[in-house]
């Protein structure tokens, strides 16, 4: 089955800094590939998602890029703010079968930005 | 608008009474899916439903059971929990992936611990 790879695990910036996080997946089938936010003690809410023919897509502060060719895919935070703090999992999507819609997600990274 | 609603949010049971969590959505989707998240862990599929058709993954264990009577509702039995079970419980909806839906709307999850 497919599997996600995700770094760093723990991030830590100053107010205003931008945060990178890194996901790798291994089924060169995965077409969906959405990032999710999710609070303490809260439910996990998607933040940006990108399909298979886009290379970049980009929601005011955030962006993600991907790369089908090296199987990776990246999540862009500039100017973030103390509210950005809480953990982001990345997910990939293999559009086939019985795993039609099945998401898997990689291990998370908590954000913590400073003030 | 509460679209994927959980309840209880908080339940206590104690090891091997059974328990049963519950799913409502008013988004229509016709499918749903229960993971268990544990801290600091990533969520871990345990089972999907696409309409009315029943997707269990390889590692779920036979404790747990789920149905899911009608469009809206899906409920999670849990039948003997242990002490390992302790964890948060999500539940997820989506739209017909043949039709290209892929976002998965999460409800707010519900917290349980076994004493």
């Known amino acids: 089955g497919e599997n996600v790879e995700q770094h760093p695990s723990t991030l830590s910036v100053q107010e205003g800094d931008s945060a990178v996080i890194k996901c790798t997946y291994s089924?060169?089938?995965?077409?969906?590939f959405p990032w999710y936010k999710q609070e303490l003690g809260k439910r996990p809410q998607l933040i940006i998602d990108?399909?298979?023919?886009?290379g970049e897509k980009k929601d005011q502060r955030i962006a993600v890029t991907l790369n089908k060719t090296a199987k990776h895919f990246s999540l862009h935070i500039t100017e973030t703010q103390p509210e950005d703090s809480a953990v982001y999992f990345c997910?990939?999507?293999?559009?086939?079968?019985?795993?039609?819609?099945?998401?898997?997600f990689g291990r998370g990274t908590q954000l913590t930005v400073w003030p | 608008d509460a679209m994927v609603i959980q309840n209880p949010r908080y339940q206590v049971t104690q090891f091997g009474k059974p328990v049963t969590l519950s799913c409502s959505q008013t988004?229509?989707?016709?499918?749903m899916y229960w993971y268990q998240q544990k801290s600091s862990q990533a969520p871990k599929l345990l089972f999907h439903?696409?309409?009315?058709?029943?997707?269990n993954e390889a590692d779920t264990p036979d404790n747990f059971q789920s149905r899911r009577p009608n469009t809206s509702f899906c409920f999670l039995d849990i039948r003997s929990p242990g002490l390992g079970d302790a964890a948060m419980y999500l539940c997820?909806?989506?739209?017909?992936?043949?039709?290209?839906?892929?976002?998965?709307?999460f409800g707010p999850g519900t917290r349980l611990t076994v004493t």
């Open positions: 997820a909806t989506s739209r017909d992936h043949e039709a290209g839906g892929f976002e998965q709307y």
């Open positions: 089924d060169s089938a995965s077409n969906y």
């Open positions: 990108i399909r298979s023919n886009v």
């Open positions: 997910a990939a999507s293999v559009d086939r079968g019985s795993t039609l819609g099945r998401l898997y």
């Open positions: 988004l229509n989707h016709n499918v």
């Open positions: 439903y696409y309409d009315k058709d029943f997707n």
